[in-house]
């Protein structure tokens, strides 16, 4: 590969591990710090992503958009529309144990999966939606990449440090003590459901936002995009191997695993054809089977969780 | 539409989906309440029992005859899995387990797509006319998928109430402390569970299999119906998991009547909401976990 196609490569990674860096925070927030197991992350990130696109592409004469907004407010529609359909979801199924909530979020992931195929009207179906504007599209190709990539780090960076001061914050400790014990927690007085509703909310409208930085990227976006168990399960691989509970893990773990997910890909397309699709599965079965080993192996990740000030939490907490 | 009309094209695909749905719920309800933890590996389990059974019809056997076979091959499966991945997550908390059932899933189903492809499959080409019974038509394969539930329920319902180790899981699934105090092999439960559950997932997957059609994705689609079956029966409770399991099935056939088809299988999801918002115990007053 000459110089300008590896810049380019390396440039299109870049935005995507910032996007998929910044779903790992999403998911650190509801997980690692609250202790929620959404299975359902591809959901929100759909939403966020048809939401935007929607909102911010050309008229398009057999569906529902053209209201041709700028692409800021595509964002905040994103994260509006995922938060929305986060709360009602939180409020019926956080009071219950996190098995119950994978399962009502991974059916959540499906309904929105199945909505996206079936009403042309609104998503475009199996089409999907093209011609979604990019910012700096206008550049050359490369100069467009670039510009995104900063964009996409100044989100990252910012999303990163709102989290982070967050957590710090009363609120943080706070959220780390309902998690660890609940009872605990709401014997001093803490409204357990409210505020574990308001992380489930705030990471999920996060999600969209990640899925509108994605579709504003890649121009359009169609079901295929958002297979929810693989794009659902490779996020929670990125946090379990960076190491749930820690932010600066999280990134890292969304690095290490598109690197590895997108290198392997490049070693399978050199295969012959016959092979090619064969191949697709077993990278999925190495990253199932990367998943058994940490979590048997290094459960509390490359980068642990950092112990509170004063006292732990109880041994062997994902 | 006549009487008779809605019983052929409703009621009956109805009951022999909701029983499908049965043997599947049972399983999630035994892992669930003996082991503890959701198995999200289960719909891909059933997959694996299907194609599995696809290997024997290859060879020019019956179905019907394959799916003892397939039902012993997947319960072995089942053991080898919680041997290699699920025992050493034992002693950590739950919902690692959990986890680690979801990337099972996908293993099961890569391999199922590197084995078999990802095109639909079935047992046997041609089209199987129905036989009428007054006007009712059902279908042989229909009626063989109802007989293999009811003997595979009762069956299993005698074991766990008569025999050593049926009662010794029942033990294991109401305090797993006291059961262990009063001499049950926690080991030997947990392995005879998966051997029970992975041949419950087969058969139900070859059922599925043999009443529509096969593909890599059949048993990931029936994971939400299965435990909006078992928790709507309540969890633990092997009859509150057949009865949840054909209301599931019945609803998904006559949600046609209301809901555009394409959204079918979102009835397992209402179905499952509602019954976590008013009765989180299920209708057996089963566990909440």
Not at chain 1, 16 to 21: D, E, F
Not at chain 1, 66 to 87: D, H, K, N, S
Request: charged share 15%; net charge positive.
């Amino acid at each position: 590969m000459e110089f300008s196609g590896l810049l380019n490569y390396a440039l299109f990674m870049g935005v995507l591990i910032g996007i998929y860096a910044l779903l790992a925070l999403a998911l650190n927030i509801h997980w690692g710090f609250t202790g929620l197991f959404n299975a359902g992350v591809a959901g929100f990130f759909a939403v966020g992503a048809y939401v935007s696109a929607i909102l911010t592409g050309a008229p398009a004469g057999d569906r529902l958009g053209g209201f041709e907004l700028p692409v800021l407010l595509g964002w905040v529609g994103a994260m509006v529309a995922a938060g929305a359909i986060a709360w009602p979801i939180g409020r019926i199924c956080l009071r219950l144990r996190s098995d119950y909530l994978a399962i009502a979020t991974i059916g959540v992931a499906e309904i929105i999966r199945l909505v996206i195929k079936s009403e042309d009207w609104l998503t475009g179906g199996p089409r999907g939606i093209t011609g979604v504007p990019r910012p700096f599209g206008e550049l050359d190709y490369v100069a467009s990449q670039a510009a995104y990539l900063v964009l996409v780090a100044l989100v990252l960076a910012a999303i990163y440090w709102a989290v982070e001061r967050q957590l710090r914050a009363p609120w943080g400790r706070m959220m780390k003590a309902i998690r660890d014990n609940e009872f605990a927690a709401a014997a001093m007085g803490k409204d357990v459901a409210a505020r574990r509703l308001e992380a489930f909310v705030f990471g999920s409208a996060i999600m969209g936002l990640a899925g509108a930085l994605f579709v504003h990227f890649n121009r359009s976006i169609t079901p295929e995009a958002i297979d929810p168990m693989i794009a659902t399960f490779l996020i929670w691989i990125m946090l379990i191997l960076g190491g749930s509970g820690n932010n600066r893990g999280a990134i890292l773990g969304a690095a290490l695993i598109w690197i590895i997910w997108s290198a392997s890909e490049l070693l399978t397309d050199r295969l012959p054809a016959e092979m090619a699709t064969q191949a697709k599965y077993v990278r999925v079965f190495v990253v199932g089977l990367m998943l058994q080993l940490v979590l048997r192996f290094r459960p509390e990740g490359l980068l642990p969780e950092e112990p509170a000030s004063r006292g732990n939490r109880p041994a062997g907490q994902g | 539409m006549d009487f008779l009309d809605f019983i052929n094209f409703y009621l009956v695909p109805g009951i022999v989906l909701g029983a499908i749905y049965a043997v599947g719920a049972i399983g999630i309800t035994l892992v669930f309440s003996i082991l503890r933890f959701a198995h999200f590996a289960h719909g891909d389990m059933a997959t694996f029992g299907a194609f599995v059974a696809l290997a024997f019809v290859g060879t020019g056997m019956d179905p019907w005859t394959a799916l003892p076979l397939v039902m012993a091959v997947t319960a072995a499966v089942a053991i080898a899995i919680d041997r290699t991945f699920y025992d050493y997550l034992v002693k950590r908390p739950k919902i690692l387990t959990v986890m680690a059932s979801l990337g099972i899933a996908l293993m099961i189903r890569s391999v199922v797509q590197v084995v078999w492809g990802v095109d639909p499959q079935t047992y046997s080409r041609g089209i199987v006319r129905p036989e009428s019974f007054a006007g009712v038509l059902l279908r042989p394969r229909e009626i063989y998928t109802l007989v293999t539930v009811v003997i595979t329920v009762t069956g299993l319902m005698a074991f766990l109430h008569y025999t050593r180790w049926g009662k010794a899981m029942r033990a294991m699934s109401d305090n797993p402390d006291l059961a262990r105090l009063s001499g049950v092999d926690n080991r030997k439960v947990t392995m005879l569970t998966w051997a029970i559950v992975g041949a419950l997932t087969a058969a139900s997957g070859f059922m599925l299999g043999i009443n529509t059609e096969l593909n890599s994705m059949m048993g990931w689609n029936m994971l939400l119906p299965m435990f909006a079956a078992a928790i709507l029966g309540g969890v633990g409770r092997i009859e509150g998991a057949v009865v949840g399991g054909l209301i599931v099935g019945l609803a998904e056939e006559l949600s046609v009547l209301v809901v555009p088809s394409q959204y079918k299988s979102a009835t397992a999801f209402a179905i499952l909401l509602a019954i976590l918002l008013l009765r989180p115990s299920g209708l057996f007053k089963g566990k909440v976990l």
